[in-house]
């Protein structure tokens, strides 16, 4: 079947017309460049010729060594340009690439002494670098156009080295012209492979375009017969097994397609928490920044200069960073919690023995203030958890009564069994959490009295913490209003069944 804009004649005419373009592009570059980047080639090279005479000649004021001479007449040779060495104090001169032409001797002379040379019918100077100069000269007796570079050696010998610029001219031409020969050619004979390569080509294609219409009016009968080895028969194998069992996985993408939807779903609960995270953290890091810049700031102007209120700004400064750095930590580690990065490593440890040793190392937050700590278990309990993440929950109960203590001043820990589990609380004395925020506790980043959790450095992230390893260990964790103060509390598994324990639905009042 013939279309009338088959793709093999698009195919075709658009490869040649790029292969074309792509020539004549490089004939029209070559012909406006060449010239000058071979040019300035050869320019470059006059500088490297000078450069190494003047390494080769050293402190030397004469050259009638034979290796010397060879030398330079090989370098002459090998790049096409005439050289000359004149001594100006002996006034006469020790090289000359032409033998006993004295055209270049003349030239040199009229250099050193004019400035210019006076024997070419035109001379410009087109470059000036230390003891260097290039002219571009016309002769016109010999109708040709040179370019002379000038300069003195090290041991004040004064060096010329010409290069013939028609030589230049001459070579980009003929290249100029070989390039749009070989060019016209080229595309004449990739003219022809194309079209032939792609008649053989887009026969299969035909044909299996044929096989597709008939399946999309599910006639999946239809075959795609092509008995080639290559890529289009290995796709007309494939259409014809596509042919095959497209009908039977019609239900599975369907199913397909609603589990897509779920993920879709997922993912942009992802995305909003994602949001909800970065809004939060951007707003935790701010007031620290701009307390550790401000304060930054008087140092640098010097707003108290007495080494007390440096000390204090330098105090303000380092108490903000580490407050900033222990949140980030705390992220990162709630981070890996919900993304199921850490893994529990269960085992069978004294949980009494380890709130004794927080116990005692939290000490130091109670900063002078008169607090009563009740914890009179001295049986030892064993648990089975991640011992780890069990003294991080421990760690965060006992850190939070600290801050939030009050009035009578104490904080009651206790272990208790309860439904078959080991229930470990903390109370501390103080106000009451409003109903309204006894849920929200184990948000992130959310603060029941911000302006006191501002004033010791919390995040909001402990209790998220808590909340996240619990589940880990599908086991139940609360808060609860009781006389005088409030109970955080955390069920932990006293038998070897973690493995398959899972969440239990509690009722108590105790919830």
């Not at 410009?124 to 109708?143: A, P, S």
């Amino acid at each position: 079947m013939k279309l009338k804009n088959s793709f093999r004649m698009q195919f075709a005419l658009v490869f040649v017309a790029l292969m074309a373009s792509c020539i004549l592009i490089s004939i029209l570059v070559s012909n406006l460049l060449l010239k000058t980047y071979y040019r300035n080639r050869q320019m470059g090279n006059l500088e490297e010729i000078f450069d190494r005479i003047d390494d080769r000649l050293g402190k030397r004021t004469f050259i009638s060594e034979g290796t010397i001479r060879e030398e330079l007449d090989r370098m002459s040779a090998n790049y096409n340009f005439d050289i000359c060495l004149f001594d100006r104090l002996g006034g006469v001169a020790v090289y000359s690439s032409d033998g006993n032409n004295k055209k270049l001797v003349d030239s040199l002379s009229s250099y050193i002494f004019t400035g210019e040379d006076s024997t070419a019918r035109n001379s410009e100077l087109v470059k000036e670098e230390d003891e260097i100069k290039i002219f571009r000269t016309e002769n016109e007796y010999y109708d040709t156009v040179n370019y002379d570079l000038v300069g003195v050696l090290r041991n004040g010998i004064y060096c010329l080295v010409r290069m013939n610029y028609a030589s230049v001219e001459r070579a980009a031409r003929v290249a100029n012209n070989f390039y749009a020969y070989v060019g016209i050619f080229i595309i004449l004979i990739e003219a022809i492979v194309i079209i032939v390569f792609l008649r053989r080509f887009t026969k299969p294609i035909l044909v299996m375009n044929e096989v597709a219409k008939k399946m999309a009016n599910l006639d999946f009968e239809a075959k795609a017969e092509v008995s080639s080895a290559n890529e289009i028969g290995q796709l007309a194998k494939s259409l014809n097994i596509l042919s095959e069992s497209l009908e039977q996985n019609i239900l599975e993408l369907k199913k397909a397609n609603s589990e897509l939807q779920v993920d879709l779903e997922k993912r942009e609960k992802l995305d909003e928490m994602r949001r909800d995270f970065l809004g939060n953290v951007s707003h935790e890091l701010k007031t620290p920044i701009a307390i550790i810049q401000g304060y930054a700031e008087g140092l640098k102007e010097g707003v108290n200069d007495d080494p007390e209120s440096r000390d204090f700004y330098c105090d303000v400064i380092m108490d903000e960073a580490a407050k900033m750095n222990t949140m980030v930590k705390k992220i990162l580690s709630l981070n890996k919690l919900e993304y199921g990065e850490d893994q529990l490593e269960i085992s069978r440890f004294d949980i009494t023995n380890m709130i004794q040793g927080v116990l005692s190392a939290s000490e130091v937050l109670a900063d002078g203030r008169d607090i009563k700590i009740i914890f009179d278990d001295k049986t030892p309990h064993f648990v089975f958890a991640d011992e780890y993440m069990t003294e991080e929950v421990i760690t965060n109960y006992i850190s939070n009564a600290y801050h939030y203590v009050a009035d009578e001043n104490i904080i009651r820990v206790e272990l208790k069994e309860h439904n078959g589990s080991l229930r470990f609380s903390v109370y501390n004395s103080g106000s009451h959490i409003d109903d309204d925020d006894l849920g929200k506790v184990w948000e992130k980043f959310y603060k029941v009295d911000k302006a006191r959790t501002r004033e010791y450095g919390g995040s909001g992230i402990g209790l998220s913490i808590v909340k996240a390893i619990m589940e880990l260990h599908h086991r139940e964790c609360g808060v609860r209003n009781i006389d005088n103060g409030v109970e955080f509390w955390a069920d932990f598994d006293c038998m070897a069944n973690i493995s398959t324990a899972g969440k239990e639905e509690r009722n108590d009042s105790d919830n």
